[in-house]
């Protein structure tokens, strides 16, 4: 799996998204993405509890803490590389998270409009 370059939405140099808790397609604290990375794990957001129950009520729950695959579960304040796709769906449904674009994949703009991301950009 070949990383794309590690540029973000503004194109600028990637910045991370978190390490705590350790995100990314790769787990690599950032979003970066591959041709392999089915899910264009791109965005860099923020997570709020209105977006974890609206992820949880549209099948992917991402506050159950899954310690079989190490995962503890995501809280309101976290960081997380989240599908693009669903940080779109999420937007147009309302309740989309902050995003902090420094950190955001530029991969993500086959997906999401750049307007969409700066709508809800946390700076």
């Known amino acids: 799996m070949d990383k794309l370059p590690s540029v973000n939405v503004l194109g600028a140099r990637l910045a991370p998204c978190s390490t705590t808790p350790l995100t990314g397609f790769f787990r690599d604290g950032h979003c970066n993405t591959c ?3 089915r899910g264009s ?3 860099c957001a923020i997570m709020t509890a209105e977006f ?6 549209v099948g992917n729950d991402l506050s159950t803490p899954r310690p079989e695959v190490h995962f503890a579960g995501l809280k309101p ?3 997380w590389c989240l599908c693009a796709a669903r940080f ?6 309302g309740c989309a ?3 902090d674009l420094a950190a955001t994949h530029e991969m993500a703009l086959d997906i999401v409009p750049l307007a969409v991301l700066r709508a809800n950009a946390a700076e």
Do not use: I, M, N, W
């Open 97 to 99: 998270p902050r995003v």
């Open 52 to 57: 974890l129950a609206f992820s949880k009520y």
């Open 88 to 93: 779109l769906q999420a937007h147009d449904e």
């Open 35 to 37: 041709a392999e990375d």
């Open 41 to 43: 794990h791109t965005v």
């Open 77 to 79: 304040g976290d960081h």
